[in-house]
Nanobody, 116 residues
Framework: QVQVVESGGGLAQPGGSLSLACAAS????????VGWYRQTPGDERELVASITRGGRIDSADSVLGRFTISRDNAKDRVYLQMNSLKPEDTAVYYC??????????WGQGTQVSVSP
């Protein structure tokens, strides 16, 4: 059974930093494209950043220069380093793993809150 798990959320002050990690059991993250998404109540889930198997990165304009997605293939983890956090970054952050043929697995989400 495939399970995707996010960790590292929490509370930060504006201008602060948090780091999220995505891990999985039942599949190997190093084999697939992985994305970080976020969602606030009443809004649709939006892409924050994604990284392909080959390391190509795509990031939302709102996080360019502040958030960095990366892989550690040795640990089979995908990370999201979030710097210069803003209150509008407050959301539940989800990790999504994209398999072939439209199959995708989502984690349960981790809360990130940015507040003075």
């Amino acid at each position: 059974q495939v399970q995707v798990v996010e960790s590292g959320g929490g509370l930060a002050q504006p201008g602060g930093s948090l780091s999220l990690a995505c891990a999985a059991s039942g599949i190997s993250l190093r084999t697939y494209a992985v994305g970080w998404y976020r969602q606030t109540p009443g809004d649709e889930r939006e892409l924050v950043a994604s990284i392909t198997r080959g390391g190509r990165i795509d990031s939302a304009d709102s996080v360019l220069g502040r958030f960095t997605i990366s892989r550690d293939n040795a640990k089979d983890r995908v990370y999201l380093q979030m710097n210069s956090l803003k209150p509008e970054d407050t959301a539940v952050y989800y990790c999504k793993v994209d398999l072939p043929y439209g199959v995708a697995y989502w984690g349960q989400g981790t809360q990130v809150s940015v507040s003075p």
